[in-house]
């Protein structure tokens, strides 16, 4: 089977919907939206549907963030798509019982696949964002069937090359805020995940990512509020997690993985 990967959700929305026009996205959200828990191993993964439409699986970024920042953006697409958000393992409301050497880039594809039959989705979307897009990325190769369309924002890199080729570009881009960013990074406060340290890296790593200083903002809001909600603990879990799903996905060699060779 080939997945057709489609870059930018006015492709899906143009190419995979029947005269259905992009201004029905603006109108906000489809119905009420309904959470519920997946089994997994370890415990349980924190899912939220809202929509009509072509089912769609979302994977959001980090690896350490949840959810909660895509919101209520994305909940515009909830007239045209049956969107299926859920906290990654370890992540969010999913971050119980979790230890963070249990989690890599194989247990986080294969919750996907976890999702998708706990919903009873054929071959739904799968729209990554950032790190989601290397989860989304892996799990179409390794279950190609079960992918009708990719839809990729704001990549993570998909190779060893692209990650130095952007290390590059966004040490370019901070500049002598870099090594303001090295100090935060290594003091204790952030370490124990203390809130304010947090967002004050967070600033300088998003300074360059959003071309309007109100947009910029407003996420730099919500991502303060999200961790001032989490409490260090679970904040400096994630943060360990992150770095091992980082590491794994780095590790993963063509050969581990499955021959998907279309075989029509």
Same mark, same amino acid.
């Given at each position: 089977?080939?997945?057709?990967?489609?870059?930018?959700?006015?492709l899906?929305?143009?190419?995979?919907?029947?005269?259905?026009?992009?201004?029905?996205?603006?109108?906000?959200?489809?119905?009420?939206?309904?959470?519920?828990? %997946?089994?997994?191993?370890? *415990?349980?993964?924190?899912?939220?549907?809202?929509?009509?439409?072509?089912?769609?699986? %979302?994977?959001?970024? *980090?690896?350490?963030?949840?959810?909660?920042?895509?919101?209520?953006?994305?909940?515009?697409?909830?007239?045209?798509?049956?969107?299926?958000?859920?906290?990654?393992?370890?992540?969010g409301?999913?971050?119980?019982?979790?230890?963070?050497?249990?989690?890599?880039?194989?247990?986080?594809?294969?919750?996907?696949?976890?999702?998708?039959?706990?919903?009873?989705?054929?071959?739904?979307?799968?729209l990554? !964002?950032?790190?989601g897009?290397?989860?989304?990325?892996?799990?179409?190769?390794?279950?190609?069937?079960?992918?009708?369309?990719?839809?990729? &924002?704001?990549?993570?890199?998909?190779?060893?090359?692209?990650?130095?080729?952007?290390?590059?570009?966004?040490?370019? /881009?901070?500049?002598?805020?870099?090594?303001?960013?090295? /100090?935060?990074i290594?003091?204790?406060?952030?370490?124990?995940a203390?809130?304010?340290?947090?967002?004050?890296?967070?600033?300088?790593?998003?300074? !360059?990512?959003?071309?309007?200083?109100?947009?910029?903002?407003?996420? &730099?809001?919500?991502?303060?509020?999200?961790?001032?909600?989490?409490?260090?603990?679970?904040?400096?879990?994630?943060?360990?997690?992150?770095?091992?799903?980082?590491?794994?996905?780095?590790?993963?060699?063509?050969?581990?993985?499955?021959?998907?060779?279309?075989?029509?």
């Amino acid at each position: 089977m080939k997945v057709p990967l489609l870059v930018g959700l006015a492709l899906l929305l143009g190419a995979g919907f029947p005269s259905q026009t992009l201004r029905a996205q603006a109108t906000g959200s489809s119905g009420k939206a309904q959470e519920t828990r %997946v089994p997994v191993a370890e *415990g349980s993964l924190y899912a939220r549907t809202i929509g009509r439409g072509r089912p769609t699986i %979302v994977l959001h970024g *980090g690896p350490d963030f949840d959810h909660a920042y895509l919101l209520p953006d994305l909940d515009r697409l909830a007239d045209v798509l049956r969107l299926t958000y859920y906290d990654q393992r370890g992540r969010g409301r999913s971050a119980d019982n979790v230890q963070p050497q249990r989690v890599s880039l194989t247990s986080d594809v294969e919750d996907i696949e976890t999702v998708r039959r706990h919903f009873g989705l054929d071959a739904p979307v799968i729209l990554g !964002h950032s790190w989601g897009t290397v989860l989304a990325l892996e799990y179409a190769i390794r279950h190609p069937a079960h992918a009708s369309h990719l839809v990729l &924002m704001n990549p993570a890199p998909a190779s060893a090359q692209d990650f130095v080729l952007m290390r590059k570009a966004y040490v370019q /881009e901070i500049g002598a805020q870099m090594d303001r960013q090295r /100090e935060i990074i290594a003091s204790d406060a952030y370490k124990q995940a203390d809130p304010e340290t947090v967002a004050a890296r967070y600033r300088i790593h998003f300074a !360059h990512a959003l071309k309007r200083h109100d947009d910029y903002e407003r996420l &730099m809001t919500i991502m303060r509020r999200d961790h001032q909600g989490k409490g260090g603990r679970r904040s400096a879990h994630a943060a360990d997690l992150a770095r091992r799903c980082v590491r794994s996905a780095s590790q993963v060699e063509h050969r581990d993985r499955p021959d998907t060779r279309d075989r029509r």
